[in-house]
C-alpha cells in the first residue's frame, strides 16, 4: 500500500505564472531597449546637423550667402533636401546655428570674468591669445568674414551677430579696461568709453588674412601684443 505524500501538490497554474513571470521580465526589458534606441537615433541626429552646418559653412564660404543654395548644402552633407528641412527652416536659421555653436561659447570664454589679483594687461593678453588660437587661425575667423561681407545686404545676419557676440564681447572688454582705468594701469579713461578701439586690431586681422593674407601674411600675435604696448607701455626687462 502507497503512503500517501505530505507534500501539497503541484498547483495547475504554475506555468501561467512562468509566462507571466517572463512577460513581466520582457516589459522591464523594454523600456531599456526604447531608450537605447532612441538615445542611437538622437546621437545620428547631431551627427547629420553637425554635417549640415560644416556643409553650410564651406559652401557659405565659397558662394556668399546670397548664392548658396538648400540643395548645394544638402549634396556636400550627403543628406536628403527634405532632411535639411527637418533641422533648419531656411538658410538663415543655418547661418545663425553656425554663429551659435561657433562664435557664441567662443566668446563667453573669452570674455569670462577672470581669477583676482589678474592685471587688466594681464586679461587682454589671454583675449589676444585665445583669439589667435580660438578664431584667427580657425574655421570662425570665415564665420567673422561672412558677416562683414554680408551684414549690409541681410541686416538679420548682422544684426543676430551683434547681439549675440558683438554686443556681449564688447561688454566684457570695457568691464577689463575701466578696471584698467580704476588700477592706474590705463592712463586714458577715453579708452574704457570707445572699447572698440582696443579690439579694433581684432578686427583687422580678421579682415587682413582674409583678403590679403595670401600675399602678406600677419603676425597676428604680435601685432595684438604690439596693440597692448601701445595701451599699457612697453613691458621693462625684469
Known amino acids: 500500500m502507497k503512503r500517501a505524500s505530505n507534500s501539497p501538490p503541484m498547483s495547475a497554474p504554475v ?15 523594454k523600456p531599456a531597449s526604447e531608450a537605447e534606441a532612441l538615445s542611437t537615433r538622437a546621437a545620428k541626429a547631431a551627427e547629420r546637423r ?11 564660404t565659397a558662394r556668399g550667402f546670397a548664392a548658396t543654395r538648400i540643395d548645394d548644402v544638402a549634396k556636400r552633407a550627403g543628406v536628403a533636401k527634405g532632411t535639411i528641412y527637418l533641422h533648419f527652416t531656411d538658410k538663415e536659421a543655418m547661418f545663425q546655428e553656425l554663429v551659435r555653436t561657433a ?17 587688466a594687461r594681464q586679461m587682454l593678453e589671454t583675449f589676444a591669445d585665445a583669439f589667435v ?23 538679420s545676419l548682422a544684426e543676430f551677430h551683434y547681439r549675440n557676440v558683438v554686443e556681449p564681447g564688447v561688454a566684457g572688454i ?31 586681422s580678421v579682415i587682413w588674412q582674409g583678403l590679403f593674407g595670401r600675399f602678406a601674411p600677419l603676425d597676428v600675435q604680435a601685432m595684438l601684443r604690439a596693440h597692448l604696448d601701445l595701451i599699457f607701455g612697453e613691458r621693462t626687462a625684469s
Open 103 to 119: 562664435l557664441v561659447p567662443t566668446m563667453q570664454r573669452l570674455t569670462s570674468p577672470p581669477p583676482p589679483g589678474v592685471s
Open 15 to 29: 506555468a501561467p505564472k512562468r509566462a507571466a513571470a517572463a512577460r513581466r521580465s520582457a516589459s522591464a526589458a
Open 174 to 204: 570695457r568691464r577689463i579696461l575701466e578696471l584698467g582705468v580704476a588700477r592706474g594701469e590705463i592712463s586714458s579713461a577715453a579708452l574704457a568709453q570707445f572699447p572698440q578701439l582696443a579690439v579694433a586690431p581684432v578686427v583687422l
Open 133 to 155: 588660437d580660438d578664431v584667427a587661425q580657425t574655421r570662425r575667423g570665415d564665420i567673422l568674414r561672412l558677416v562683414m561681407a554680408e551684414g549690409t545686404r541681410f541686416p
Open 50 to 60: 553637425a554635417a549640415i552646418i560644416e556643409a553650410a559653412l564651406d559652401e557659405f
